[in-house]
């Protein structure tokens, strides 16, 4: 599902409230350092198509012009999100982006948050660090807890580090939402032990004010991929709950 505008919604979004997207990658195209084999925008080789960037100079206009217009309509926003067709991070304008958005939620939408969906993967870096560190919700995403499993079901570009991810994500001392994708496939179970309790060892270590288990909830590339019930993620995941994680579960009732 290609986002086909670069300010996109207001949408409903499961974790988000309503929410207005903004995509950072081209809106005919994608561009991820992930292919993950849920993702609804498909495989990062059927969207090569378009490889044009939005620059920031776009993203302040078309921003300007879509909040100007729902201001008007009286539309309410819960949330301005960064999530598109990939990895918004790896807009090189990213920085410069996140300020503009947060001085015009500011004059536009003061009550709204500011939230960007990121794989983590550029997070060691400092600008784009910085830049994390000011939105209201920074949700980063870790699917497994080994480099192996991540390559199972996230296919990530060559020099991925787990151990990188997570000791960047211990900068954030906990100001972060971690996000996971629940799922089972021929030869993958988020709810096998080695994989549960390694990442809930994460979790532990990492101590996010947030964690969001979800699962999926459209057509993915990868077929015969299976989703979870809430009633058994909210199984899966009650030792955390019972240490007093505050766990947000979305997914099939």
């Not at 536009?108 to 990121?118: E, F, Q, R, T």
């Not at 009633?231 to 955390?240: C, G």
């Given at each position: 599902m290609m986002r086909e505008e670069t300010v996109f919604g207001p949408i409903h979004s499961r974790r988000l409230g309503r929410s207005l997207g903004i995509n950072l990658l081209p809106v005919k195209g994608k561009i991820c350092n992930?292919?993950?084999?849920?993702?609804e925008c498909g495989w990062n080789r059927d969207g090569r198509g378009d490889t044009v960037l939005p620059t920031a100079a776009k993203v302040r206009a078309d921003?300007?012009?879509k909040l100007t217009e729902l201001m008007l309509q009286g539309v309410p926003i819960d949330s301005i999100t960064f999530s598109g067709d990939g990895e918004p991070t790896l807009n090189p304008e990213f920085p410069r982006i996140i300020d503009d958005t947060l001085f015009l939620r500011d004059a536009?939408?003061?009550?709204?948050?500011?939230?960007?969906?990121?794989n983590a993967t550029r997070i060691h870096l400092p600008e784009v660090f910085e830049a994390l560190r000011k939105v209201d919700n920074p949700i980063l995403k870790i699917d497994a807890p080994t480099d192996a499993l991540v390559a199972r079901i996230n296919n990530p570009a060559p020099g991925y580090s787990l151990e990188r991810v997570i000791k960047a994500l211990e900068r954030f001392e906990g100001n972060f939402i971690l996000q996971t994708m629940f799922l089972k496939s021929k030869d993958f179970d988020s709810s096998s032990p080695e994989v549960l309790d390694g990442w809930m060892e994460i979790v532990r270590h990492l101590k996010p004010r947030q964690v969001m288990v979800y699962t999926i909830d459209r057509p993915t590339p990868e077929e015969g991929l299976e989703a979870f019930p809430v009633?058994?993620?909210?199984?899966?995941?009650?030792?955390?709950i019972e240490e007093g994680f505050n766990i947000d579960i979305k997914g099939k009732e």
């Open positions: 992930f292919d993950c084999i849920y993702c921003l300007e012009d536009y939408y003061p009550g709204a948050k500011v939230s960007v969906l990121s009633e058994r993620m909210h199984d899966l995941v009650r030792p955390l």
